[in-house]
């Protein structure tokens, strides 16, 4: 049977995962050094923003329409599977316009394209706003001068989910569909299987991985194991520039290979796939009394600030977007420093947009790194090089969670195609 190994389990390696997990013809192994949804996964809000978008064409639209559709067939197929319950809130998105934003020609030829592509977007008057969510300022205070809110969109079919319930659904029902989930295991290696002439079926590479574990007398113990694999998927986000260098640093890299884009706006690439991290820091906020519409509850976004609505009078507001300082910025950075003033602009940006949250308590505060590729659009989704049948599913920057669905069709595409022509 063929062997799949995938490299990583936030919600892109997870949902790759399940989506492989739906052919029978393949063995899949996922190693993460981590719990799933640690990393950039479990710092997401989940925002879902895709018919409100402004892509219109191209790979950036159909990924996007791609995966609105197939969350919609996801959710309840793996609540099913699972008996999980996944938080999916289905009152859409409610995008604040400005007064000196675009004009109203602009977002009525967006709705009628949108419609022509099966979702419906509202525009909404200010009257049509208050009414519909009544919990809605009316003026956002900027340093540059107010900003008068005069209606909104309404996108009917865009969607918000928690990603890391999700995760743990995505690997619940893979694992049940027999894939196997190996935590706590930090790929070190992955080489060519030894032997000149390999015979037909057998695995042409070897992954290598360190596992801990303690003892009786909890000393730690280091241990290092090593599985074969016909197929490689690597999703690890910050950690896939040293893993990509390591490949590409090794034998593996054979001028002969033909490389396989997924698609023709994709390309294979002979460099290490250098991502580097975007901060991004928000707050949970727990109201003191109840707004004043229960039934309806979206997500309200504005200037790039996002309100989302949880269980009755929790919160998530979020985020800031923070670059690494260009003096420090170096291939495969990690992390990036923070700043305390940003997260605090948009606490009083989110204080205007929804004027109860000022009046609530912060509970939880976090910061996550979005994996950002350099000088490059985001997703990377492409074969290694020149290495035959190592494939890299990262980069998504801020739409992880949106765009993973499509991500897995596609990576499942390629890599039938590649077993398909063995």
Request: glycine letters at 8%; aromatic letters at 6%.
């Amino acid at each position: 049977m063929n062997h799949v190994i995938i490299v990583g389990c936030g919600v892109v390696g997870a949902t790759i995962a399940y989506e492989l997990s739906l052919n029978s013809a393949f063995r899949i192994t996922v190693l993460d050094r981590q719990l799933p949804a640690q990393a950039s996964t479990g710092a997401a809000l989940g925002v879902l923003m895709g018919a409100i978008s402004q892509k219109k064409k191209g790979r950036a639209w159909s990924m996007r329409d791609a995966s609105i559709r197939r969350y919609a067939t996801l959710v309840p197929e793996l609540e099913a599977a699972t008996g999980m319950h996944i938080p999916y809130n289905q009152d859409g998105i409610v995008l604040l316009r400005f007064e000196g934003d675009e004009d109203d020609e602009k977002w009525r030829t967006l709705a009628t394209l949108r419609q022509s592509q099966g979702w419906q977007l509202d525009l909404w008057d200010k009257a049509t706003l208050h009414r519909r969510c009544p919990d809605v300022g009316d003026v956002l205070r900027t340093p540059e001068g107010d900003r008068l809110i005069i209606g909104a969109v309404h996108s009917v079919h865009d969607r918000q989910i928690d990603p890391v319930a999700l995760t743990h659904a995505l690997v619940a029902a893979a694992q049940r569909n027999g894939v196997e989930f190996l935590f706590d295991a930090a790929v070190t290696t992955i080489a060519r299987t030894d032997g000149a002439g390999l015979a037909s079926g057998q695995a042409p590479y070897h992954v290598e991985y360190c596992c801990s574990s303690r003892d009786d007398t909890q000393e730690v113990m280091v241990t290092r194991q090593s599985l074969p694999a016909h197929q490689i998927v690597i999703s690890t986000g910050l950690g896939t520039f040293p893993l990509t260098a390591a490949v590409l640093n090794s034998a593996l890299h054979s001028p002969s290979s033909t490389p396989q884009p997924i698609e023709k706006t994709s390309t294979s690439t002979s460099a290490p796939v250098d991502i580097r991290p975007v901060a991004g820091q928000a707050v949970r906020i727990k109201l003191s009394q109840p707004t004043i519409n229960t039934a309806f509850t979206p997500v309200i976004s504005g200037n790039d600030i996002h309100v989302v609505p949880l269980k009755a009078g929790d919160y998530w507001v979020g985020a800031t977007v923070e670059f690494p300082d260009e003096a420090a910025a170096r291939a495969g950075m990690q992390d990036c420093a923070v700043r305390d003033a940003l997260l605090e602009t948009v606490l009083k940006g989110a204080y205007d947009l929804f004027p109860l949250l000022s009046e609530g308590t912060i509970t939880q505060q976090w910061i996550g790194y979005r994996p950002r590729p350099w000088n490059r659009p985001a997703p990377v989704i492409e074969t290694l090089g020149h290495v035959p049948n190592i494939i890299v599913a990262t980069g998504h920057y801020r739409n992880g969670v949106l765009l993973a669905p499509a991500t897995a069709q596609q990576v499942r595409a390629l890599i039938e195609s590649q077993y398909n022509g063995q």
